[in-house]
């Protein structure tokens, strides 16, 4: 094994056991939140198992807005960048609401 082989495979042992904790502690905070558009895997897919829960069809808020971007959801917090009106009354709104 030449020189170079051996310090690419100790660069990559290392790089693994260094990343692992950091991995780790970016799953626990990624956990039940959407960081990223249409969430973790950008799929508008969760990665959370719901076993017996039964979804409600009603919706808990509902709003007049329209927007091309899907919420960001955190820490119990759902995000949302839109518009509301039309015409010369149309504004921009950044919404904050609880779950």
């Known amino acids: 094994m030449n020189v170079n ?3 690419r495979s100790l660069f ?3 790089a693994l056991a ?3 904790p950091q991995i780790q502690a970016q799953d626990d905070i990624h956990k039940g939140n959407w960081l990223s558009w249409r ?12 076993e017996g829960y039964e979804f ?4 808990v ?7 091309r971007g899907t919420p960001v959801v955190f820490n119990g917090r759902l995000y ?5 009106g ?3 009354d149309l504004e921009e709104v950044v919404q904050a609401r609880d779950e």
């Open 61 to 67: 808020w509902t709003d007049e807005i329209a927007g």
């Open 80 to 84: 949302s960048w839109a518009y509301r």
């Open 39 to 50: 969430g973790p895997l950008q799929s508008g897919v969760s990665l959370e198992s719901y």
């Open 5 to 7: 082989t051996f310090l």
């Open 12 to 14: 990559a042992l290392a």
């Open 56 to 59: 409600n069809e009603t919706p």
């Open 86 to 88: 039309k015409g010369p």
């Open 18 to 20: 260094v990343s692992g």
